[in-house]
């Protein structure tokens, strides 16, 4: 059985909101932001979850928006 740190579930529902929504605002893409940075080491998981989310962005099936 695998246990998820909470920053993780923050994380997780970032992402499920942000690919629902199909945007990043940039007040989330701080918090999400800070939430990385503020690690002194990410999961795998976390850094999956990131990738996919600058991959969507450059793909263009996220927009960022103001």
Same mark, same amino acid.
């Given at each position: 059985? *695998? !246990?998820?740190?909470? !920053? *993780? !579930? *923050? +994380?997780?529902?970032?992402?499920?909101?942000?690919? $629902?929504? @199909? @945007?990043?605002?940039?007040?989330? &893409?701080?918090?999400?932001?800070?939430?990385?940075?503020?690690? $002194?080491?990410?999961? !795998?998981?976390?850094?999956?979850? $990131?990738?996919?989310?600058?991959? $969507?962005? &450059?793909?263009? %099936? +996220? %927009?960022?928006?103001?």
């Amino acid at each position: 059985m *695998t !246990s998820t740190s909470p !920053s *993780t !579930s *923050t +994380l997780v529902s970032i992402a499920d909101q942000i690919f $629902a929504d @199909r @945007r990043i605002t940039r007040p989330v &893409q701080r918090d999400l932001m800070q939430l990385l940075l503020g690690k $002194a080491q990410i999961s !795998s998981q976390e850094k999956a979850l $990131a990738q996919s989310i600058f991959d $969507a962005i &450059q793909q263009g %099936r +996220l %927009r960022v928006v103001d």
